[in-house]
């Protein structure tokens, strides 16, 4: 779409580290890659590693006493994830999972704890980008008490699509989400019912299309045109 910005631009703008910060944690740690459905930290476990993630990408899920799984966030290239366990040293609060082929750099727990102890810029950057998803994480939870089902899909579906979303060959400026239905489901707060009924009233307005675990946003001022209902 004309005037829209190329997916590497839109990942580079939600990059919370400098080229000399990830330096600091390539040189700390060892390369590594997943498959889709690998787990790179399981809830509950220990904190002894965290992992920033080079290219792919990675959901956020934690399980409710009644069996239910939300997910709690997306991470991409550029991002950490395990940090908060190895800062409290307390155990797993979520499960982290690749939802397609991810690489990524392993940073030993105490190794991580070095690097923060010896680089107050390292220190800082960790520290927004923690800040940074709290206050999505807040937002989030405000809009889903006051938001319809159709609305929270549409945001999550937006805020994926810009953040990580896949560029397409056909149309000119589509975005694929790379999320199953009970992914974005889980995402959304919403049923999975919800989220057929939605997708398919997206689909007749021409803004997104779908297909096996993927959606295409094809129209992201319509799209948020719906999340801002």
Known sequence: MPGEKSANDRHAAYEPFTPDELLLFRSAGRLRTWERGDSLMREGGRPDHIVLILSGLAKVTAESDNGYTSVLALRGPGELVGELSCLDSTERSATVTALEHLSGVVVGGEAFLRLLEHHATLTLAVLRSVVARLRDSDSLRTEQ?????????????????????????????ALEVRMNQQELAGAAGVSRESVVRSLRAMHAAGLVTTRRGRTCVLDLTGVRRWAEE
């Open 145 to 173: 008490g006051a938001r319809s089902s159709r609305s929270m899909l549409a945001r999550v579906l937006l805020d994926t699509a810009v953040r990580h979303g896949v560029a397409v060959d056909e149309p000119a400026g």
